[in-house]
């Protein structure tokens, strides 16, 4: 077995010289500009080798580019949304402040208009108390605000003041269960008191059974207990229920105030009765 493997020298390197006869031959008879045989055979392989590397390097390249281009793309993205973000803060900002522009003309305007003494205040915040239901304001004794003063709005009555200290004060909003207004439904002038009843709700008390009130109608206030300017918005009527006994009737108020939404309020200093807010004329004629 190991005489089968052994190889001879002298026959292999024979069999060379005979396989390269015809291949010299070839050689010499070749003209002078025509190439080598043998670097035929390596130029192809040395073609395929550059091409494949020539492929390989611009398949790199072009790889790495669009990484490169992704990592940029997604910086420039993150710094864009950046930019995107405090321009909508500036934005919200600018309408906010545009917004209260409007609302501190609009209380100039009424506190000039308007025929009683006003003291403008802020709301300070929501005063959670398990007896009542009040907001506090930034103004105080100090300010010429006193307790039993009526607190009003643009729109209508929120209700008065239940404490008053010397830079802030509480003020007991329509709602309460304790707040009671002097009111007449401004259709009609049927008189009543207006009364809190739950969180959003209001009643309506001591109507006549006769008295003409319905649904939608504005209960306005009387001005008979010098404290709300006459004619002033205070609620409007969303039940009536009469019985078939009793001498009165059910009538159910959804004030014109939300208490919750309030930003700016006015405290009557002073009120002058003689005749009522021309903004409740209007309401008159929308009613």
Same mark, same amino acid.
């Given at each position: ?22 291949l ?9 500009d ?10 192809l392989?040395?073609?395929?080798v ?11 390249r072009s790889? =790495?580019?669009?990484?490169?281009n992704?990592?940029d793309?997604k910086? %420039? ?5 950046? %930019? ?5 803060? +500036? =934005?919200?900002q600018? %309408?906010?402040?545009?917004?209260e ?20 205040a802020?709301?300070t915040? =929501?005063? =959670?108390?398990? %007896?009542?239901r ?21 729109d ?14 509480q ?5 309460d ?9 401004q259709?009609?002038r ?58 009165? +009737? ?7 105030v ?9 405290v ?12 409740? +004329? ?6």
């Open positions: 077995m190991f005489n089968f493997f052994q190889i001879d020298i002298k026959k292999a390197l024979l069999i060379i010289f005979v396989i390269s006869l015809p010299l031959s070839i050689n010499l008879q070749r003209g002078p025509e190439p080598a045989w043998y670097l035929a055979p390596v130029s392989v040395s073609g395929v550059v091409n494949g590397y020539a492929n390989f390097s611009q398949g790199v790889t =790495l580019s669009t990484y490169v992704l990592i793309i910086k %420039e993205n993150r710094l864009l949304t950046r %930019e995107l973000d405090e321009l909508k803060a +500036q =934005l919200n600018l %309408e906010e402040l545009k917004l522009n409007q609302r501190l003309n609009k209380a100039i305007d009424f506190q000039q208009k308007a025929p009683m003494k006003l003291v403008a802020k709301v915040g =929501l005063d =959670l108390m398990l %007896e009542h009040t907001i506090r304001i930034n103004r105080g004794t100090e300010h010429g605000v006193t307790k039993g003063q009526a607190v009003i709005t643009f209508g009555v929120v209700g008065y003041i239940y404490n008053a200290e010397p830079r802030s004060s003020v007991l909003v329509l709602t269960r304790y707040a009671v207004i002097d009111g007449i439904v259709r009609t049927a008189r009543g008191i207006v009364a809190g009843r739950s969180v959003d709700r209001c009643q309506l008390k001591y109507l006549h059974r006769s008295d003409d009130v319905v649904v939608g109608d504005l209960v306005v206030s009387s001005g008979l207990d010098n404290i709300f300017p006459k004619g002033f918005p205070v609620a409007r009527v969303i039940s009536v229920e009469k019985k078939n006994y009793g001498v009165t +009737q059910k009538v159910e108020l959804e004030p014109v939300d208490p919750s939404r309030l930003e700016e309020i006015f009557v200093i002073r009120v002058n009765n003689e005749e009522p807010l021309q903004m409740t +004329q209007t309401t008159k004629q929308g009613g």
